[in-house]
């Protein structure tokens, strides 16, 4: 199967790069697919689960809002964050997600607000990724 060059970098620092046959990336009205000799495109990301397939098996990752690069023989990813979903503290996730809720309970100015509500996304995302994992 044709393959392409797949680099993953979060603000924490490069969390893959390697070879890719076809990815699935989380987009703000649903999903968009990539495939080796795609079309040159920049897509904007939207928290999610992203997935990759290598030598015919398909990875998953949790990724923050970013932007992805794609041409014909790579792809490039910058995203806020990326982490495994078994890799992901259920009890802390959580304990972000309580957190998150009771300071939306709280009168705040509009960006203290959105903040929280980015907050409460984030936890919520990573509980399901933690369920879907059995963890």
Request: aromatic share 6%; net charge negative; proline share 3%.
């Amino acid at each position: 199967m044709n393959s392409f060059i797949l680099n993953i970098t979060a603000s924490s620092g490069e969390f893959y790069q390697g070879s890719c046959e076809s990815m699935v990336l989380p987009v703000k009205d649903g999903v968009y697919g990539v495939q080796a000799g795609h079309s040159p495109v920049l897509v904007a990301l939207h928290m999610g689960m992203l997935q990759f397939t290598v030598n015919g098996e398909t990875r998953d990752v949790l990724v923050g809002d970013g932007i992805a690069e794609v041409t014909p023989t790579y792809v490039v990813l910058l995203v806020d964050s990326a982490e495994r979903p078994e890799d992901i503290d259920k009890n802390r996730a959580e304990a972000a997600r309580i957190r998150a809720e009771e300071r939306l309970q709280h009168k705040q100015s509009m960006h203290e607000y959105y903040q929280s509500k980015i907050a409460l996304d984030r936890a919520m995302q990573r509980l399901q990724a933690t369920a879907k994992y059995n963890r």
